[in-house]
């Protein structure tokens, strides 16, 4: 009896510690799965999807916007055009994701969207605590204050006991505490949850003044019932770096992104445009080689995108100055002077890490 009794324990222990193997097994197996899912780059997925999803605005004329024939249209939007053409080949290869200025990081932290592309100010906060990773600045802006024209307001004193208008999920209600602060002026901070209820309770004359980025007020002034009848006043509150946003911790995909706007800026530079950069392709310059793929060059590679990366960027969607000049230039309504959005070679602050 002892002995069988014996038999059955000795049994029951090699059970235990096999299905303990198999459990321990299964579980550093499902660890693994985990990590290497979790460690896939963003890069690999959009590939993997043929197809980009971008967050942008759609109700900001210039910059992010729905045209008359139903179409995605504007400076932040053939950005991301430029990053589908880096990254996938195809310029057209993207999914816009329109998002208010309250849903926008949340969109990137839950990965609803592969890449911010939505007029959003690079800040500290941003990059350390709302987890994101911001490519390169693509449109340098400063804050302003909107006021009708006949209202007497000229300066930011002459806003002392009036009540102005700011979106809530922005940086503008903090810069506006912030310099009326130092220019010892009382006022009445009214927020609304989106630009159109701002605009809304402006023209209506619930609220004397508004305030946003100055490329924002001279976008939305074009759309008010009387645009002549609003000024923009002088004073700019803030410095306002808008740039393109990815999830925090994924350096390939920030690489790939920061990569293509570099692209657009240095081909504004070598005077390559969408409709000569065939000709660039002869070239006997080593840096407009690398810069288009051209001859015994892997910088593409390296990246995780094609050699020809840039090529397709500018012969797809254009440099810098073309999407500016497309979009923002003297030839659209907005007569937007490029200013610090210049190149460095012009007085401006645009200027692109070299390809090599």
């Known amino acids: 009896m002892k002995k069988s009794l014996s038999l059955f324990v000795s049994i029951l222990l090699v059970l235990v510690l096999a299905l303990a193997g198999c459990s321990s097994k299964s579980s550093s197996n499902e660890k693994k799965s985990t990590n290497s899912s979790s460690s896939k780059s963003m890069l690999e997925t959009v590939k993997d999807r043929g197809k980009l999803k971008a967050g942008v605005n759609n109700?900001?004329?210039?910059?992010?916007?729905?045209?008359?024939?139903?179409?995605?249209?504007?400076f932040d939007v053939d950005i991301a055009r430029a990053i589908a053409a880096g990254v996938l080949g195809d310029a057209n290869a993207v999914e816009f994701r329109p998002l208010s200025a309250t849903e926008r990081f949340t969109a990137v932290q839950s990965k609803e969207v592969d890449v911010l592309v939505r007029n959003t100010t690079w800040t500290t906060n941003r990059d350390a605590e709302v987890g994101l990773s911001f490519a390169p600045v693509t449109f340098y802006d400063g804050q302003g204050v909107m006021v009708p024209k006949d209202s007497g307001i000229k300066t930011l004193k002459d806003l002392e006991g009036k009540t102005i208008g700011v979106e809530t999920g922005t940086t503008t209600e903090l810069n506006l505490a912030d310099q009326m602060k130092a220019a010892g002026v009382n006022y009445t901070a009214q927020p609304y949850d989106n630009a159109d209820a701002v605009i809304a309770a402006y023209e209506s004359g619930s609220i004397d003044a508004w305030t946003t980025d100055k490329s924002g007020l001279v976008s939305r002034q074009s759309t008010l019932k009387n645009p002549d009848a609003h000024v923009i006043l002088d004073a700019t509150l803030s410095k306002e770096p808008l740039a393109p946003a990815v999830l925090d911790n994924d350096e390939k995909w920030k690489d790939a992104v920061s990569w293509v706007v570099y692209a657009l800026i240095q081909a504004e530079e070598f005077g390559i445009t969408s409709k000569n950069v065939d000709e660039f392709k002869t070239?006997?310059?080593?840096?407009?080689?690398?810069?288009?793929?051209?001859?015994?060059?892997?910088?593409?590679?390296?990246?995780?995108?094609?050699n020809d990366f840039a090529y397709q960027v500018i012969k797809q969607v254009g440099n810098y100055g073309?999407?500016?000049?497309?979009?923002?230039?003297?030839?659209?309504?907005?007569?937007?002077?490029?200013?610090q959005n210049a190149l460095y070679t012009d007085g401006g602050l645009l200027y692109s890490i070299p390809f090599r």
């Open 59 to 74: 109700s900001l004329p210039g910059f992010g916007y729905i045209d008359s024939d139903g179409k995605n249209s504007g």
């Open 322 to 339: 073309e999407i500016y000049d497309r979009n923002l230039g003297p030839d659209t309504a907005f007569k937007l002077e490029r200013g």
């Open 283 to 306: 070239s006997d310059n080593p840096e407009i080689q690398r810069l288009l793929g051209v001859g015994d060059t892997n910088l593409g590679k390296q990246l995780g995108l094609s």
